[in-house]
């Protein structure tokens, strides 16, 4: 008996000029389960999932709906098949309710009025059912990720959906958050509903999914049972090669304080408030101080104002006991802090620069590569090709390729090289493994640690809990703003953090 | 090791020229068929000239070469700012302001065409130096700000020049006081050398050593872009000013440098076309079209200062061209034909991606075939 597919991605090849990126592709969702979908970035799992979903034309292959051969050309078209997708990124209208998001685009009227009754009879109805808690009339820009995130699921239910797509659900949620999400995925599993998992963390996949299908560069490396494989399996299967997951590291040995910050306050670019509400630590040479916390409660603007990039209202921050406070970026630079930027996009690189020049982006103006104002090729593509070497960099044309063409991962690498051969005293590295695949990150952990181990003072702002568990020497929690808890790595829990990061508890109120 | 030659269809300067030229053709076709609804019968007397007139004669070469001069400076004005991520519309004005400060160290201080020259720079970096101090000090968008300079700076100079009896013609012994002197009576000396070139041109009355000038500064915008730090600089704050600001440049001070440099570009343009003897500052009420014409010639260039010679070259050759269609069609007309092939020629952009695709799609062909 030929088993029972709802969605079938028969042979799909899709290229764009100069890759292929997916290259003769099957992926077969069997009705009723959870299929996960792994692989590195750029292996081609978003390429594909776009291609399901009706936003790119494949050159070959066919897709079947119930054993049918369908045309989705268009999401419109995906949407009527009944199949829903939860985005990274979420796509909701900040300024309007719950309610309203969910019934966008399909709205009931009458004589042109909206009829809402009925819609939020069923909204309420599928949330109790499913266990997602929303509150319809809640103003999407006032509520957490996490429920943002329940309106989009809530969204493809009220469509009726029953293939639901999820494209890297947790990378925004807090590990209790991802526990529910596990537990609402289990749900519709139960219901009968098809869902295609796509993420990079095994962890996850190994808890819910039934089977996994693993890409690596734009080509099919098979499906599995899960129940039948391990991680270090599907980890081979995903990059190739054996891949460790703990960070080896020594016991840190921390010297004096390099970074010295005291009650900073940092005014918010996006709300009235301060986004940093007088914050104060140190970083110690030969450690590695992690701040962890969910994105938005101020990491971010904490960064710029220790890295000069908005200037601070409040508070002082010294760099090898130098004041620094107000000193321009330049300054900070000489004074030798290295800054891997949250946005490699925005801020690491200059995109339609080549790698060469984009190498010498901090240091073009020392005496090494410039003689009297003109810039000296010859020295600056010497010193870069040793960049690209000593780190392999990876680019189609070397000193010589655009940046805007290289992968997410060699760009990252060029702006790590490019940092730590700056030889700081200070590294302040904000999510350096952010959408990269294992192999990456694994490489970046190693140089975090090389760097600690040289004596400066590594101050890493993370989003992911692993990471901050892996390779941390002290951890400081952030929520809204101000930090509620230090912990020692070896002392604590994800789930301890979790609710530090959540806001569920504060060290000082503990005390007092 | 030898670097592999790129593929045909990867040569991102190959397909810019290709680009530059398939616009011109389609420009020209388009032009000849405006001629032909309006002049069915002179039509092919019209484009001829248009096209011929250029060449015909060393005079009319000259002429080419001496109106290309000017729209080259304001081309590489436009070019420079725009290569530092600015859109510096603002041309006309720093335009007439070079072109006053030219006339006023020529007639009323009686100052040689070098000084002149120089002070002609001064006018115009004065003039670019407004709309940088409120972009960089206030963020205030500099196209806005450069368009109301640019009636600024032309009311300001009529009633300065309006009110300068001494700079008008009607005080070197010539009837009309709507214009300022001509040079040959006020101080010949102000005169921009022909330096031999009019031997050269056959004589020509319009050559003189100003388009030598504007390539020898063309050459020099192009190294301070591609070979200096200042040039890493400014392209990186045009390119990513989040980047810029990362890597500690002083994005501020750059927005600031890059408006005065390309003011005193339109500003030396000013000089040197009111400086060649030949025309005189009549007082009008509308802001100097030569500034402005500076945009599609930086466009057609794709901002690159040695295109922007090429692109001036080719624009003025069209003017040229244009004037000698009269009387067969009226001098509006000619414009409207020459706006026509100019606007068309600006879509080199446009025509770049078609061309990148067509290229694309043999490639495909190709690899289908095989």
Redesign the interface.
Known sequence: MAEDFVIEMLHITKEFPGIKANDDITLQLRRGEIHALLGENGAGKSTLMSVLFGLYQPEKGVIKKDGKEVRIKDPNDANRLGIGMVHQHFKLVECFTVLDNIILGVEETRFGFLRKDEARKKVVALSEKYGLRVDPDALVEDISVGMQQRVEILKMLYRDNDILIFDEPTAVLTPQEIDELMEIMRGFKAEGKSILFITHKLNEIMAVADRCTVLRKGRCMGTVDIASTTKEELSRMMVGRDVSFAVEKKPAQPGEPILEVENLVVPSKVHKNDAVKGVSFQARAGEILCIAGIEGNGQSELVYGITGLEKVTGGHIRLCGQDITDAPIRERSKAGMSHIPEDRHKHGLVLDYTLGQNMILQRYWQPQFQNHGFIRKAEVEQYAEKLIRQYDVRSGQGVDTIARSMSGGNQQKAIIAREIDKEPQLLVAVQPTRGLDVGAIEYIHKQLVAERDAGRAVLLISLELDEVMNLSDRILVMYEGEIVGEFDPAKTTVQELGLYMAGGKKQGEAKA | MKKSRKPLSQNAALIGVLASLLSIVIGLLLGYLLLVILNPGASAKGMAAMLGTGIASLDKFGKVLYQAAPLMMCGLSVGFAFKTGLFNIGAPGQYTMGTFFALVCAIQFQLPWYLCLLAAMIGGAVWGIFPGLFKALFNVNEVITSIMFNWIGMYLVNLLIANMPTMLASAWGASNSDRTAALSSANPGAIIPKGGLDKLFGNSSWINISVLITIVVAIVIWVVLQ????G??L??CG??K?????????AKRNIILSMVIAGALSGLGGGIYYLAGTVQYVIEKSVLAMGFNGIPVALLANSNPIGVIFSALFISYIQVGGAAMQPEYSPETTDIVIAVIIYLAAFALLMRGVISKAF?NRKQKEAAKK
Do not use: R
């Open positions: 070979k200096t730090t200042f890493y600089e392209k990186a390119l990513n989040d980047a810029s600001q990362y890597a500690g440049i002083n694309a």
